[in-house]
């Protein structure tokens, strides 16, 4: 099995920064992507940011010029920094991990989720 743990949530008000930690542990072989998705209330999960093992990094067309996807290949962790934050990126925040375990089987793994509240 593969855990996803994240922590860096909080409450911010509008134009303040968050950094959001994802640390992965379990039976990996290998981790090919890691990402973040957000679920705001009455809405559907959407892509945040995205970053492969290379360091190729996708982004939702919302958080472009503000938000930074970065990775720590050897500690399996993937960051975000989210600077000029809006109401509007008020949402539960989700890891993802997609790799392939120890047993060569493939494997997509989620975090528990982590609230960012942007409000004054």
């Known amino acids: 099995q593969v855990h996803l743990v994240e922590s860096g949530g909080g409450l911010v008000q509008p134009g303040g920064s968050l950094r959001l930690s994802c640390a992965a542990s379990?039976?990996?072989?290998?981790?090919?992507?890691m990402g973040w998705y957000r679920q705001a209330p009455g809405k559907q999960r959407e892509l945040v940011a995205a970053i492969t093992s290379g360091g190729t990094t996708n982004y939702a067309d919302s958080v472009k010029g503000r938000f930074t996807i970065s990775r720590d290949n050897a500690k399996n962790t993937v960051y975000l920094q989210m600077n000029s934050l809006k109401p509007e990126d008020t949402a539960v925040y989700y890891c993802?991990?997609?790799?392939?375990?120890?047993?060569?089987?493939?494997?997509?793994?989620w975090g528990q989720g982590t609230q960012v509240t942007v409000s004054s």
């Open positions: 379990g039976s990996i072989f290998s981790i090919y992507a």
């Open positions: 993802n991990a997609r790799g392939n375990a120890v047993s060569r089987q493939d494997f997509s793994s």
